[in-house]
């Protein structure tokens, strides 16, 4: 009789995780002022369709299926390589959103996730949400994660240091950025660093002058060239099974009290500094410190990272002083 009893478990146990996963429904709201994009419809069945197809293959443990999803081949792409890292479930049922329509797209920012990673631990159980970029058909053409909500924001609300599609191109491709860590996609890294990009990185050192006097610490800086931080980042990518890079504010309110960090360039108005404080973690390495990019955005082509600088947060037991911090400032620009 036991047996017969545990035999059942198992039955109902299996029925139960065949059922199909429940569907996630999506409703888009724009701001007053903005008007309702023709195709809003459409991207509401469409991310529905994504996201339940999602909420299936976490529960299955299983590969997405994008066979026949209303995808670009660029989103497909995205969000598979985010999936070949970490799977993820949506934990609405019902997900409302405010859309932003733009000239050649909309999107919506705040799709929410929880993580499941497979096998390695890393944020199990975190609450993240992803960026959905839709065509003006209403197809999703693209799929990422976002930044941290506080940097969202400040990033979107910089004033008028930039026009506001400049602001959320910039914040696009930063968020890009970030994905392409997280997901090891060495290919982007490659297109993203001009070839002629700086890198350059801090490092904290002990000096000891003599017995008698140990010292302290200091940070040293090293430079590379394109060639030799990609072939470095190559073998960080090959002996860490993840990679979780996160960006926030500098400081409590950004930059001084003011904006998280976007500067334009007076010389060159396509050139733009931003500003970060990192946090990177793997599997064998973690450190904190502060990102510095040099973007250059311009009409029709896809934008260079010409610069990019990494600092230690904390140096002998201090936090490295905000005035010490890479900015635009420092490049002449």
């Known amino acids: 009789m036991t047996n017969r009893i545990i035999v059942l478990f198992f039955v109902l146990l299996g029925a139960v995780a065949m059922l199909p996963a429940q569907t996630v429904t999506v409703t888009l709201t724009t701001d007053e002022g903005y008007e309702r994009p023709a195709a809003i419809s459409k991207a509401e069945e469409n991310l529905s369709r994504v996201l339940t197809e999602i909420n299936a293959a976490q529960r299955e443990n299983r590969n997405l299926n994008v066979v026949g999803l209303p995808m670009t081949d660029f989103a497909v792409k995205s969000l598979t390589m985010i999936w070949a890292t970490v799977h993820f479930y949506c934990d609405d049922e019902e997900v409302v ?52 909500n506080q940097l969202r924001e400040s990033l979107t609300n910089c004033g008028a240091v930039v026009e506001e599609e400049r602001r959320m191109e910039i914040l696009q491709y930063v968020e890009r950025f970030r994905t392409a860590y997280n997901t090891k996609d060495i290919n982007f890294l490659q297109q993203v660093f001009s070839d002629d990009a700086l890198i350059i990185t801090g490092h904290v050192v002990t000096t000891k002058i003599n017995e008698m006097d140990p010292g302290g610490q200091k940070v040293v800086y090293s430079k590379q060239n394109k060639q030799q931080y990609i072939a470095n980042l190559k073998r960080a990518f090959a ?26 360039s007076v010389s060159d108005p396509n050139k733009y500094g931003v500003r970060l404080r990192q ?55």
């Open 279 to 333: 946090e990177w973690k793997s599997s064998n390495y973690s450190d904190e410190g502060y990102l510095f990019l040099l973007w250059e955005f311009r009409d029709g082509q896809s934008p260079v990272v010409h610069v990019r600088t990494w600092q230690p947060e904390w140096v002998g037991g201090e936090k490295l002083p905000e005035s010490e911090i890479f900015s635009l400032g420092d490049f002449n620009l």
């Open 97 to 148: 959103d405010r859309c932003w329509p733009f000239k050649d797209f909309m999107e919506v920012d705040h799709i929410p996730l929880i993580i499941t990673p497979q096998g390695e631990e890393f944020g199990s159980g975190t609450y993240q949400e992803a960026v959905v970029e839709f065509d003006k058909n209403g197809r999703i053409s693209e799929f990422r994660f976002a930044l941290d």
């Open 239 to 264: 002996r860490n099974k993840w990679i979780d890079v996160k960006f926030s504010q500098i400081g409590e309110n950004g930059e001084a009290g003011g904006c998280a960090g976007i500067t334009r």
